[in-house]
């Protein structure tokens, strides 16, 4: 079986950083060119935004971890406790691996890029609470999981989700 893989996870020696990270950091580093600010709940939206549009354009998730459901729409762990001590505050660094270290998504990845170009020409300047209210919309995955009492949002009903 062939599987599709967006990223690697850039290893030099023992370094190595999550995939869900890499995509957040390459938000963050967009973000911070464009002097826009993102708070942790913002970025958790754009990213699962990114997520979507990246499943809907290639079939294929982005990265392994799920989104989770919280009661502000979907959340990716990793993301919330790399981010938490922002609180609801701008973020003003990447998260790094062990050794303190950022990663980004690989520039020649065209299918990541044009999936987060398109969430920034529709999201970039809107609140975290505003994209949490779009994931809340009827019928989103998010609210279908939340009325099935699921702790995963699923990635079919993800695909398939209309854009807010």
């Not at 990223?7 to 995509?23: C, Y």
């Not at 911070?32 to 979507?52: A, C, E, G, T, W």
């Not at 065209?110 to 999201?123: C, E, G, P, Q, T």
């Amino acid at each position: 079986m062939i599987m599709h893989m967006l990223l690697n996870l850039m290893r030099k020696g023992g370094e190595q950083m999550s995939r869900t990270l890499m995509v957040a950091n390459s938000i963050l580093k967009r973000a911070f060119q464009d002097n826009v600010s993102i708070s942790p709940m913002k970025l958790q939206k754009l990213v699962y935004f990114v997520y979507k549009k990246y499943l809907q354009d290639t079939g294929y998730a982005l990265f392994d971890e799920r989104f989770e459901v919280w009661q502000y729409g979907p959340v990716l762990p990793s993301l919330y406790h790399a981010f938490k001590p922002y609180a609801a505050n701008a973020i003003e660094s990447y998260a790094v691996n062990e050794e303190g270290k950022v990663y980004t998504v690989d520039d020649k990845h065209k299918d990541f890029y044009n999936a987060l170009s398109f969430v920034r020409d529709k999201y970039w300047y809107y609140s975290g609470m505003r994209l949490s209210e779009l994931t809340h919309s009827d019928n989103s995955a998010w609210s279908k999981a939340d009325s099935r009492g699921e702790l995963y949002i699923l990635d079919d009903e993800i695909k398939i989700e209309g854009w807010a």
